[in-house]
């Protein structure tokens, strides 16, 4: 199938009035591409061309997840592994020149240019051209389903997909949404749950996006992790990450490393977590809690039920198993 071939539905009545309503920035509605009506915005059906049809490389490294499931704690392991884990880069350069995030330019309808500000690129425009250009081996970050990415699928590169528990998901999704300019989510908890449960947030649906990574976990060039197995045992996870690159290193370069992704850590380190430009993001709300079971906090007894069957009606037909 070509990206032309992709059937493309606008989203429109009641719910673009909705979607109007809790996303004012906006300054267009949404689609839904696909068999599986992956929701993105309407930008991505001018631009998206160039993300389907990306030339992958052999050495390339993707990290691709829903968003808000570990992604920039697993971007920032991968890439000290995959690079002798050289700390001083890491320290020197930000995150997001080392490990560019593909679509943000295709998704992101920007009203703000960030193109001078270090360590950012103009997500006006570039974002593809600009992970295009880089030199290999090349880290790249998505959080597009893997339907959408045909050509990493059929390549023989490295792809870590990250899940995390839909619960706690929802709701660093929601506090993320409401602190970004670009998105300035205006509704409720429960709305944006009810959204997301009915795929109406971008890059849903949830299941579909993480069953499609579940299906080709057994592929040699393939990692799928938990985000809570990465948060319960670091340590014995970035081990298997070493060995997926083949590396070897000692105790004490994996230990240097749990230390330097612990919360705690990670949520001070300028290079992952840096002050946005023109208030596009608190630089306290990129990386958030990053805890398990969160989702206590914010759950009403009704969302926990909607939830519930939610979860058991989309996990009756697989052998995926969120960890406890």
Same mark, same amino acid.
């Given at each position: ?38 929701? %993105?915005?309407?930008?991505? *059906?001018?631009?998206?061309? &160039? #993300? ?5 490389? !052999?050495? $390339? /490294?993707? +990290? ?83 339907? %959408?990415?045909?050509?990493? *699928?059929?390549?023989?590169? &490295? #792809? ?5 528990? !839909?619960? $706690? /998901?929802? +709701? ?153």
């Amino acid at each position: 199938m070509s990206f032309k071939d992709l059937k493309v539905e606008c989203v429109e009545g009641e719910l673009a009035t909705e979607l109007s309503n809790w996303y004012p920035l906006q300054k267009r509605s949404f689609v839904k591409v696909g068999k599986k009506k992956w929701f %993105l915005p309407y930008k991505y *059906v001018e631009t998206g061309d &160039k #993300i389907y049809n990306f030339e992958v490389r !052999p050495d $390339d /490294t993707w +990290v691709v997840t829903y968003p808000r499931s570990g992604t920039t704690m697993t971007q920032e392991l991968v890439w000290l592994v995959a690079n002798e884990m050289n700390f001083d880069e890491a320290q020197r350069r930000y995150l997001l020149e080392r490990f560019p995030f593909l679509e943000i330019g295709a998704i992101l309808d920007g009203h703000i240019s960030t193109k001078d500000v270090p360590g950012r690129i103009n997500t006006e425009k570039d974002s593809v051209e600009f992970v295009r250009e880089q030199p290999s081996p090349r880290f790249i970050k998505s959080h597009m389903p893997l339907e %959408l990415l045909p050509t990493v *699928v059929n390549s023989t590169c &490295k #792809i870590i997909y990250v899940a995390r528990n !839909p619960r $706690d /998901t929802v +709701v660093s999704w929601y506090y993320f949404q409401k602190n970004l300019v670009h998105f300035q989510y205006q509704g409720t908890f429960e709305e944006f749950c009810n959204s997301f449960m009915n795929d109406h947030t971008v890059w849903s649906p949830y299941w579909e996006h993480v069953k499609e990574a579940w299906a080709m976990r057994h592929r040699a060039n393939m990692m799928f992790l938990f985000y809570e197995d990465l948060i319960r045992d670091l340590s014995g996870n970035i081990k298997k990450i070493v060995a997926f690159f083949d590396k070897t290193y000692s105790d004490e370069q994996i230990a240097k490393l749990v230390e330097h992704l612990k919360i705690e850590n990670f949520r001070k380190n300028p290079m992952v977590n840096q002050p946005s430009p023109d208030n596009v993001m608190q630089s306290d709300m990129f990386i958030r809690q990053g805890i398990i079971g969160g989702w206590k906090e914010m759950f009403t007894p009704e969302i926990e039920n909607k939830f519930s069957k939610w979860i058991s009606d989309n996990l009756k037909d697989t052998d995926l198993i969120f960890p406890c």
